[in-house]
């Protein structure tokens, strides 16, 4: 089973890759670039979470498995 929207992705990743020579100094920096940009656009940039989370939400786990 094949999913298009990952193959999809895989394409343009590897066309961004072979543009730039595969070189990662390159990829980084265009990839950088292109966030930057984004940002000065008014694009919203969102960092990605702590990992692995700090506590779990105990809280949640037990609403999930109460009794009723």
Do not use: C
Not at 15 to 41: G, M, N, P
């Amino acid at each position: 089973m094949t999913d298009s929207i990952i193959e999809e992705v895989r394409a343009i990743r590897e066309q961004h890759a072979a543009s730039l020579d595969y070189d990662l100094d390159k990829i980084y920096a265009d990839l950088k670039a292109r966030q930057e940009k984004h940002a000065a656009e008014g694009w919203v940039v969102v960092s990605p979470p702590d990992y692995p989370p700090s506590e779990p939400n105990l809280a949640l786990q037990r609403v999930r498995f109460a009794q009723r």
